[in-house]
């Protein structure tokens, strides 16, 4: 297994392109499978989850050409509606075929979903919401088994108990299919499903209340193609605005949505950083002064502050002056990444789901282990503010979420390397 070589202490200075989020583009890849026309995807990253998903539909029958950040995928030969455990196991998102699989061919055999080691995340709200529109689904081993009655989806009132992007993904998608009218209660607001809900608009779909709890959807015959562009990444967004804050640099974030992270802005604020967003998708990140203050922090759902930058902010408390406390409240198991901070200095104490995290003078660098996406660029952000050389091992999560990392770090004054094993 690969892993990165990072000498720290060095302030990044220069430009960073965000990328197409890996989290919007892993539906809109699924939504493909709603129409026997092209669909036509811009701003796609070039990481090993979209590869795993480009597999995964190629196997299904589905015909796909990339060329260079446009992603073409033609569903129209597609012959076979089974999701199996080999390739869905890479990757929890592959699931999302299941609606679309159901809503066009009425009928769908996916594998229950693998990924990344940080809880269970269950599918039973995407069975439950599939169910009421219809669908007749069993589990047998370790496969979800579906088909429709005939006549295929039908609409249906679905409330979900708990929040859940994937869940409303894998609904509305199946809905713009079904017959009649489904509506959509305590939906997930995330911006990519508003994405999603962009892209199957262009496709023919009828959706309303676009970035709100209620969506409806009234079911249209066919989908056709569509051509759309990929929001830019939220969490690539504020990870490097975190590593120009910690470094105490100045990076310029180009293609990137400050409107998408509207918590982390103010906790970044609070915490001394300036973003500066000159309107036109180019966001420069500086720090105030010569240290960062401590915040608190508790992840929430959209609009709340991400999960997926908790590892990330926690890292850059580890530094700051002052103590801080770090809440998760989505997921349990993520907080693999404190014993590895440790190694390099990090004073942070776990109760249950909380950190408090006392900043220290310097991080020093040692051989960490990365456990999941976010806990491995977290202990690169530690490592970039460090004394020393730092080792992170097991690097392969990061290549699932983070396009040329290294490359990006690098152009803005950056000194790692990779190293094959």
């Given amino acids: 297994?690969?892993?990165?070589?990072?000498?720290?202490?060095?302030?990044?200075?220069?430009?960073?392109?965000?990328?197409?989020?890996?989290?919007?583009?892993?539906?809109?890849?699924?939504?493909?499978?709603?129409?026997?026309?092209?669909?036509?995807?811009?701003?796609?990253?070039?990481?090993?989850?979209?590869?795993?998903?480009?597999?995964?539909?190629?196997?299904?029958?589905?015909?796909?050409?990339?060329?260079?950040?446009?992603?073409?995928?033609?569903?129209?030969?597609?012959?076979?509606?089974?999701?199996?455990?080999?390739?869905?196991?890479?990757?929890?998102?592959?699931v999302l075929v299941l609606g679309p699989l159901l809503a066009r061919f009425g009928t769908a055999k996916v594998s229950l979903p693998g990924g990344c080691a940080i809880g269970t995340r269950p599918v039973d709200l995407h069975i439950e919401g599939l169910r009421k529109m219809g669908a007749e689904i069993e589990l047998k081993d370790g496969y979800i088994h579906a088909r429709t009655p005939q006549g295929g989806l039908?609409?249906?009132?679905?409330?979900?108990?708990?929040?859940?992007v994937g869940a409303t993904e894998n609904l509305?998608?199946?809905?713009?299919?079904?017959?009649?009218?489904?509506?959509?209660?305590?939906?997930?607001?995330?911006?990519?499903?508003?994405?999603?809900?962009?892209?199957?608009?262009?496709?023919?779909?009828?959706?309303?209340?676009?970035?709100?709890?209620?969506?409806?959807?009234?079911?249209?015959?066919?989908?056709?193609?569509?051509?759309h562009s990929v929001i830019p990444d939220r969490i690539e967004t504020g990870t490097y605005a975190i590593a120009a804050a910690m470094t105490g640099g100045e990076v310029t974030l180009k293609h990137a949505r400050l409107d998408h992270l509207e918590a982390l802005v103010p906790m970044l604020e609070t915490a001394g950083v300036s973003l500066k967003d000159d309107g036109k998708g180019n966001v420069t990140v500086t720090r105030k002064g010569n240290t960062l203050n401590a915040v608190d922090i508790t992840t929430a759902p959209y609009p709340g502050f991400p999960t997926d930058l908790q590892?990330?902010?926690?890292?850059?408390?580890?530094?700051?002056?002052?103590?801080?406390?770090?809440?998760?409240?989505?997921?349990e198991n993520r907080f693999m990444h404190v014993p590895e901070l440790a190694r390099m200095g990090a004073d942070i104490a776990v109760h249950g789901s909380s950190a408090v995290v006392r900043g220290v003078?310097?991080?020093?660098?040692?051989?960490?282990?990365?456990?999941?996406?976010?806990?491995?660029?977290?202990?690169?952000?530690?490592?970039?503010?460090?004394?020393?050389?730092?080792?992170?091992?097991?690097?392969?999560?990061?290549?699932r979420g983070y396009e040329k990392l290294e490359q990006k770090l690098g152009a803005c004054g950056a000194k790692l390397q990779r190293v094959a094993a």
């Fill in 1 to 94: 297994m690969d892993k990165l070589e990072i000498e720290g202490g060095y302030p990044l200075n220069g430009e960073i392109t965000i990328s197409g989020a890996k989290n919007a583009a892993l539906p809109l890849m699924c939504a493909a499978l709603l129409s026997a026309d092209t669909l036509v995807l811009e701003n796609v990253p070039e990481l090993h989850d979209i590869l795993s998903l480009i597999d995964l539909l190629e196997n299904m029958g589905a015909k796909t050409t990339r060329t260079g950040t446009q992603l073409a995928i033609d569903a129209a030969p597609v012959n076979s509606t089974t999701a199996p455990y080999d390739l869905v196991r890479k990757m929890r998102a592959s």
């Fill in 154 to 164: 039908k609409g249906a009132e679905i409330t979900f108990r708990t929040k859940s």
């Fill in 172 to 227: 509305l998608m199946a809905a713009t299919l079904a017959k009649g009218r489904t509506v959509l209660h305590n939906a997930a607001l995330e911006p990519e499903i508003t994405d999603l809900a962009d892209c199957l608009i262009a496709m023919g779909a009828k959706i309303t209340g676009l970035g709100t709890e209620t969506l409806e959807i009234e079911g249209v015959e066919a989908l056709s193609g569509a051509s």
């Fill in 311 to 331: 590892a990330q902010a926690m890292a850059m408390l580890t530094i700051a002056e002052g103590a801080g406390t770090v809440k998760e409240t989505i997921f």
């Fill in 361 to 399: 003078p310097r991080l020093k660098g040692a051989e960490v282990m990365a456990t999941d996406l976010r806990a491995s660029v977290s202990l690169i952000l530690a490592a970039l503010a460090a004394d020393g050389t730092t080792v992170v091992n097991r690097i392969y999560h990061l290549d």
